[in-house]
């Protein structure tokens, strides 16, 4: 038996004996409403308002698996900043428990993680999306693979110290293939994975770069999608 299967903590309530996330606390990140397909806000309009609907958008669907808010903000801030790195499994336990509709009905699949740039590796020593990919395959897809398709130039300015009106144009040719990616001439249905959406512009600029790389069945699944602004917690 493995370590993680004895009983613990949960991280969110401190309930013991639990999993890493009891079941309880899973089912309050199940949202009260459905998300858009589009941008995975909460709305009933007919407009999306976290997207145009005038862009030819380059994935099928997006999928956000619980919205930014404690504990789930506060578990993804722990483990990017302060090293609190044994996170990465509670939080794939929440993606696994809210995953996209879309998921079940493809055998084969590609995961693709959100590259992080080279002086955040140096500063962090680890990728959160690649980690997350990971994980989640070892748990549930155990036929999908992951593959390092993109690679992210270095920064002007992270984008978590940018107005949202500025995070489109410090994403502009942010991203390029990599060169050490192997070729894929028939990709399937791939996924991008990421840990939080905000405005959707570094989601954008990597999907656009996987089109021109042959990707053209493309799905996006994020941990955490943050509120539109204005927009009430559901």
Not at 66 to 88: A, C, H, R
Not at 104 to 115: D, R, T
Not at 192 to 201: K, Q, R, Y
């Amino acid at each position: 038996m493995s370590w993680l299967q004895f009983p613990s903590v949960c991280q969110a309530c401190r309930a013991w004996p639990s999993q890493r996330v009891c079941a309880s606390c899973l089912n309050t990140s199940r949202p009260a409403q459905p998300r858009c397909l589009r941008c995975a806000l909460f709305h009933d309009e007919l407009t999306c308002p976290g997207l145009s609907d005038r862009w030819d958008l380059p994935w099928r669907s997006l999928h956000a698996s619980v919205t930014y808010e404690p504990p789930w903000s506060e578990w993804i801030q722990q483990l990017k900043f302060q090293g609190q790195v044994g996170l990465v499994h509670a939080l794939a336990d929440v993606m696994l428990h809210q995953p996209p509709p879309w998921l079940s009905v493809h055998s084969a699949i590609h995961f693709i993680p959100m590259p992080s740039t080279r002086h955040r590796l140096q500063q962090r020593g680890f990728n959160l999306s690649d980690w997350l990919c990971h994980r989640l395959i070892r748990r549930r897809f155990t036929r999908a693979q992951v593959h390092h398709v993109l690679q992210r130039q270095e920064e002007r300015t992270p984008q978590s110290q940018l107005r949202r009106d500025q995070r489109w144009a410090n994403m502009a040719n942010a991203f390029v293939p990599d060169p050490k990616a192997k070729s894929q001439p028939r990709w399937g249905t791939c996924v991008l994975v990421d840990d939080v959406m905000t405005t959707g512009a570094t989601l954008m600029a990597a999907a656009t770069c996987l089109q021109e790389c042959g990707v053209s069945d493309l799905q996006v699944w994020v941990l955490a999608r943050t509120l539109a602004p204005h927009e009430p917690s559901p």
